[in-house]
């Protein structure tokens, strides 16, 4: 696939950088960072970054919408956040136990997110889906889990997008469910039997990569909460991609409805690695009866630029700050889609907006918006959700918008093509 | 347990987050580093790190010989790795893709690891663990795997030393063997069935945590290689331990044989959190089959850490290093316990030493020593092998022995106890 004629161009260090890589790294790269389904103007390696910028090895600028798939929150190289961990790294990170920050960090979530009265650190959003789950069936002593069918929650045998290694039996307790049909929950149920539910995972919104975003109906949330009630099951919320750009607590507290144990990552310290449970104390004493641990679980660093970028977060009102800025987005390209009569669909929070093209099941308006988009120094995905941070601005607004015309155009003519 | 009286006296910060953390993390803290089953004089939390010396937040110093379990292998803020990490840091880490220190990284590997054709990165050794076993099982299309009862391959609900959380379907194609016992093997294969066997995993030799180190058998190596060859499975060695501490490559190529698969972490970057799976050509196409990824999995510090730790580990001579320190440490401290009638266990490889005392079987002597260790300044383990890093020398042995004298009188008291 050749979306732009002559890309090699400006790529001699990225194209020099696949070739390397395609001989020592299985495909060239993996994962969900793989430009292997991306218009080929996208780069694969990036020199540096700051604030809501980035450079690929070519020296190309670009805004970044993306955010690194969530992680950047408040900006790339944000001053408070480096200022934390530069001070903790100078003490030491990885060291044979602790340090303070870890408790302080605690203390901090359990203050700030209304459900959680403890808090377990890790290092993958994986980890604490998974250590979520462990601790549902240490305390209820029960297997199945209720989970929303093409719903990712981790990169873990029991989650994974793709069969390939994973033996049947690591799913064999999972039963699946459609987001925001209680009567399909219901089924579920039934299935896996009531006596036999640990937990129902769920997420705040929905949003499975590749389709339209869906906000929650209330009354499934409320729903789901008096069914793990009634079950005497854990309500399970991944946080892993909202956590902290929806709300400065947890996701569903607008609502009044709260889980009983949460994952968190991405997002939670600015891009420094860290994952967390949060939990009600009813399951505290089932998180100290399991096993878990990781090299670097205890690392210093990550957990003092989470302190500050929580902090910070709050007093920059961050979450206001993308609402606006996500919302003129959001608007705006609306209005411009609309002037040129090109038909669009933005769905999800306007900070973590989708943007597709009715009847695109391929992808080719998406692909061809994105690559012109990319072209223009904007990044943004074809496929899944992009995100917000408190660092973009309406510069990058009015730099998207401007692109963003292109990217229309470029969608229209694959319609004319089709 | 009070090990020490009055040690709150000189523990008052210590203790105090101590009481702060039991209030907002399950059980206080959790995982390997937390010193719930150490005596109490041991510190919790730590304040700041440097080469081969940590100090507790209250101030107090100490010889590290557990190098936060294996990470720390250069010493705490190597300044070359140290120069590498702050490079890459001021241009980006967590960005939309991966920085071109990934491709170095993974030819470095290749060029120094055998086996290896290509490399993939994580964050956890379990991460690393359990992505070998989804390759093997995406290549061979089978479910079994073999491992050593009683090995430590990871928290994850396949492999984590407790079953709390665990559903039996996640174990239920483990098939355990002893480790040195080849009968034993060949039992688990017939129990798991020959056509079955995706994998089987082991470790360079036999470090499970409470138990002496034992030496693989050169016969049992080679048996593994030749059952593995004969069943088309594949051979998977967790090298998260032992990584470039008895080799600068694969811990068996100094006998001849190679695994298909195998799982790095701790020290590979010298304390950033880093983790690689590397295999044989073979497997490159299942591993670009099996989906498996993170947030943080591409960050780009830890990487260029990794490119330094290697480079550096080679051109300091580490494992040499390692060997004549640790073999210095092993030698006096056999002499000393001989001198003053005390009978100790020491095993497994002299970088890797672990100390046991015949017949010790509740660790009361293991805990009495290491207690005095810790009063004398000496961070060492009672139940788990101990790390040495290229840092460590001479005069860190010579204030290893001074503590070991009082170390080994207080063994000894207790078995006066008895």
Request: overall charge negative; proline content about 5%.
């Amino acid at each position: 696939m050749t979306d732009i004629a002559g890309w090699e161009k400006v790529r001699a260090h990225d194209t020099d950088l696949r070739r390397r890589a395609a001989a020592v790294i299985p495909g060239g790269m993996f994962g969900h960072m793989s430009v292997g389904r991306l218009p080929d103007a996208y780069p694969q390696f990036y020199e540096r970054s700051e604030g809501t910028h980035v450079w690929d090895v070519d020296g190309n600028e670009y805004v970044d919408l993306m955010c690194s798939f969530g992680p950047m929150i408040l900006g790339y190289k944000h001053p408070r956040v480096e200022a934390a961990a530069a001070a903790q790294s100078a003490k030491g990170d990885t060291q044979p136990g602790p340090a303070p920050c870890m408790v302080e960090l605690a203390e901090l979530l359990v203050e700030r997110v209304a459900h959680a009265d403890w808090a377990i650190f890790a290092k993958n959003g994986t980890d604490a889906t998974t250590i979520s789950l462990m601790v549902a069936r240490a305390e209820t002593g029960r297997n199945k889990v209720l989970a929303s069918a093409g719903a990712y929650h981790g990169a873990a045998p029991w989650a994974t997008l793709r069969m390939d290694g994973v033996a049947p039996e690591e799913r064999a307790n999972m039963h699946y469910y459609e987001y925001n049909n209680v009567s399909s929950v219901e089924r579920a149920i039934d299935e896996a039997g009531a006596d036999n539910v640990a937990a129902i995972i769920t997420s705040p919104f929905r949003h499975d990569a590749g389709f339209d975003q869906e906000d929650v109906d209330p009354a499934f949330a409320r729903r789901l909460r008096q069914l793990c009630d009634d079950l005497d099951a854990a309500l399970v919320m991944d946080e892993v991609r909202t956590g902290f750009r929806l709300n400065h607590g947890g996701s569903w507290e607008p609502m009044g409805i709260e889980p009983d144990l949460s994952a968190w990552s991405k997002g939670i310290a600015n891009g420094y690695p860290l994952a967390a449970v949060l939990g009600r104390r009813r399951y505290a004493h089932a998180a100290t009866r399991i096993f878990v641990t990781g090299s670097f679980w205890f690392q210093a660093v990550p957990m003092a630029a989470a302190v500050a970028t929580i902090e910070a977060l709050r007093d920059e009102d961050a979450v206001a700050v993308m609402e606006r800025v996500g919302g003129r987005l959001r608007d705006e390209l609306g209005r411009l889609a609309d002037e040129m009569g090109v038909p669009i669909n933005q769905t999800g929070p306007v900070q973590m907006p989708n943007l597709s093209f009715p009847g695109d099941v391929e992808f080719a308006k998406a692909r061809a918006f994105s690559a012109a988009m990319l072209e223009r120094g904007v990044i943004v995905h074809p496929r899944h959700n992009w995100f917000l941070s408190a660092a973009h601005d309406d510069g990058d607004v009015d730099r998207f918008l401007e692109a963003a015309q292109a990217g229309l155009e470029a969608a229209r003519e694959v319609d004319g093509a089709d």
